[in-house]
Every structure is written in structure tokens, then in C-alpha cells.
């Protein structure tokens, strides 16, 4: 990961007034990174840190369907942890059936192209020794390849994750790609998760210290032998079909 204390480094998170986004902007708050909340909620956003004083960070607002307006905020990103997203649980009707394509996959896909081309356009421009290499953080869930007990919830996850293993070997070549696999924890959308976002935060940026590319944190054993299996032969076949 690249190391926030030796430049300032700015990390967008979308989603960022959910429990794993805050926890996520504490922790790299920890790090002394400069913050941006990207928030669909008109909502202020304030955190407080472990010291009870208020950590500062920019907040944008952006709508499913308008992320094109974001592109003058991700010029100034270096880090964007794509992250927001909703469970209509049983709810299987067509509006319910948009709303989570959208939300969830759509959307997702969407901001990674924006940013992939505005990193592209930037490392044109900056191409220079050591400049950093922008980075993309996906948050699909375990969803991609566990049931999630909400069938709308796990089509538009893995989605998400298909669309990422599609483009992956094209957006590699400008971006630092990270998919995020989480397992159940505590939040709006799922409040009987049984990790805690704060934990699951530390374990991300832990893992990402490590250098992976695919970050597993989860209680179930067989999302780590099942997810690498997933990606790998995900990656072998759209090689093997893709045209240069
Ligand atoms: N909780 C779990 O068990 C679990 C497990 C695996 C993966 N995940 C994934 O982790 C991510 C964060 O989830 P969370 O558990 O922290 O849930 P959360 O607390 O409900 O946060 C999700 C956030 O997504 C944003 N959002 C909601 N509706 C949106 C919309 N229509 N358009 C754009 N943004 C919208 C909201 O933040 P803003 O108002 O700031 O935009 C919301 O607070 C999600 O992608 C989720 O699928 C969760």
C-alpha cells in the first residue's frame, strides 16, 4: 500500500456515512491521510477520533447515475474505495431489481472507468519519477461467490465482481486494483453481522499492508479457498477469450 505518512495521501471512500465507511476514514485518518467522504445523503458527516477531537475531511455528495460530476474531485485523488451500497433483502420486484444493479454494480463500474480515466490522463501529465500509482479499492463482498440470504443482494455482488475480473487486466495497466471480500459484520445493512466495522476496517488496511490484491476478511473458511479459485479461473477464461 502506498505509505500515507512519507506524502499526504488523499483517500475517497464512497459510502462513507455507513459503518464501514467511517471505520475506514478513522482508520486512514490513523495513517494521516487527507479524507474525502463521498456521500449520496445531503447529511453532514462528522467523525470524531479515538481523542474525542473532529477529524477533517472533505465531504462530496454524488447520485447513482450522475458520477461523470465527480471527475473534478477524483483529479485529486490518489486512493478511491469504491464501498457504498444497499440490501433490499426479499424485496424481488423490478424497482427493487434496478435499484440494487444500480446501487450496488452499475454505479460501482462506473466510478472505476471515471477514475481509471482520469488516473490515465493524470499519469500522462505527472510522468515522473516515483509518482504514485493511483489505487481502486472494491468492496463486492463474500456475496460474489456465498449466499447472502437475499438473492438481489448477491446477483448485483457478483456482478460487481464479474464486471471487476472483466476489466481488471485493462484497468491494471493505469490503476492499482484491490477487491475488497468481506464476510457478515455490524451495520445498517446487515445488523446481525457478527464482526465489528471498526475490526474489519483494521483487517482491510492490514491486508493491504501486505501488498494483496485480493483481501478476504471473513469467519467463513471457504470464502478463502473459494474466492482466490473464483478470481483465478475468472481471470483464465476471459484471457483465454479476450481480444487484444
Ligand atoms: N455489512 C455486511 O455484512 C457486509 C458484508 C460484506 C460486504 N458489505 C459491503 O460493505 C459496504 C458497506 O456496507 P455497510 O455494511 O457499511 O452498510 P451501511 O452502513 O448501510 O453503509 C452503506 C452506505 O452506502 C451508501 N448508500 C446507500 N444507499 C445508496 C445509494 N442509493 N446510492 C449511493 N450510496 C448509497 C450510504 O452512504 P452515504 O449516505 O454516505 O452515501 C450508506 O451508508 C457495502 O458495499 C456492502 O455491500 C457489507
Same mark, same amino acid.
Given at each position: 500500500m502506498p505509505d500515507p505518512s512519507s506524502d499526504s495521501l488523499t483517500v475517497a471512500v464512497t459510502g462513507a456515512s455507513g459503518a464501514l465507511g467511517q471505520a475506514l476514514l478513522r482508520r486512514w485518518h490513523g495513517r494521516g491521510a487527507q479524507l474525502i467522504a463521498l456521500c449520496h445523503s445531503s447529511a453532514p458527516l462528522q467523525l470524531a477520533g479515538p481523542d474525542g477531537q473532529p477529524i477533517p475531511l472533505r465531504q462530496g455528495h454524488w &447520485?447513482? %447515475?450522475q458520477e461523470a460530476a465527480l471527475e473534478p474531485l477524483l483529479e485529486q485523488v490518489d486512493v478511491l474505495v469504491i464501498n457504498h451500497g444497499i440490501n433490499v433483502h426479499g424485496d424481488c420486484s423490478a424497482a427493487a431489481t434496478g435499484r440494487s444493479l444500480e446501487v450496488n454494480a452499475l454505479s460501482a463500474w462506473r466510478l472505476l472507468e471515471l477514475f481509471a480515466a482520469v488516473a490515465k490522463r493524470r499519469e500522462g501529465v505527472q510522468r515522473r519519477e516515483g509518482a504514485r500509482r493511483a489505487e481502486v479499492w472494491v468492496n463486492?463482498?463474500?456475496?460474489?461467490? &456465498?449466499?447472502?440470504? *437475499?438473492? !438481489?443482494?448477491e446477483? *448485483?455482488? @457478483?456482478? !460487481? %465482481? &464479474?464486471?471487476? *475480473?472483466? @476489466?481488471?487486466?485493462?484497468?491494471? @495497466?493505469? !490503476? $492499482? !486494483? @484491490? $477487491?475488497?471480500v468481506l464476510g457478515p459484520f455490524r451495520s445498517a445493512l446487515n445488523p446481525v453481522g457478527v464482526m465489528g466495522a471498526d475490526w474489519v476496517a483494521g483487517e482491510i488496511l492490514r491486508q493491504a499492508d501486505w501488498n494483496c490484491s485480493l483481501i478476504i476478511v471473513t469467519p467463513n473458511p471457504l470464502t478463502y479457498l473459494l474466492m482466490p479459485l473464483a478470481t483465478l479461473g475468472r481471470w483464465a477464461y476471459v484471457g483465454l477469450l479476450r481480444r487484444q
Open positions: &447520485q447513482v %447515475g463486492t463482498s463474500e456475496a460474489e461467490i &456465498q449466499p447472502a440470504v *437475499s438473492p !438481489l443482494y446477483i *448485483s455482488k @457478483r456482478l !460487481l %465482481g &464479474q464486471l471487476l *475480473s472483466l @476489466r481488471a487486466p485493462e484497468l491494471a @495497466r493505469t !490503476l $492499482r !486494483l @484491490r $477487491r475488497l
